[in-house]
């Protein structure tokens, strides 16, 4: 089992700035890949940016060149800077930690912006842009 807990949501303006982390503990020797995912009311869960365990990283389109995710593996923790905010980025983020290994997510037709690739969530932390 790996517990997340996310931390470092808020509410900002526009243009504005937020640094969201996400702690994990247990046995996340298990973790081969973690991520971050938002979902906005009304809206599906969609993958925001994800990180291997040899520090690879991927992007949504949406998000690409102002968001920045990274970790800390001395502290296990998970980190998803973002820069540039606007309102379409309000939604609930999540942190989530995937345990499959490349050749099952290949043999699933899964990217690891997907969150079929992920079996364990934190509780999600509140993201609003507003002015």
């Known amino acids: 089992q790996v517990q997340l807990v996310e931390s470092g949501g808020g509410s900002v303006q526009p243009g504005g700035s937020l640094r969201l982390s996400c702690a994990a503990s247990g046995y996340t020797a298990s973790t081969k890949y973690m991520a971050w995912f938002r979902q906005a009311p009304g809206k599906e869960r969609e993958g925001v940016a994800a990180?291997?365990?040899?520090?690879?990283?991927s992007y949504a389109e949406s998000v690409k060149g102002r968001f920045t995710i990274s970790q800390d593996n001395a502290k296990n923790t998970l980190y998803l800077q973002m820069n540039s905010l606007n309102s379409d980025d309000t939604a609930m983020y999540y942190c989530?930690?995937?345990?499959?290994?490349?050749?099952?997510?290949?043999?699933?037709?899964?990217?690891?912006?997907?969150?079929?690739?992920?079996?364990?969530w934190g509780q999600g932390t509140q993201v609003t842009v507003s002015s």
């Open positions: 989530a930690a995937g345990v499959r290994t490349p050749f099952w997510l290949r043999l699933e037709r899964l990217s690891t912006l997907s969150d079929r690739a992920y079996l364990y």
């Open positions: 990180i291997g365990g040899d520090g690879s990283t």
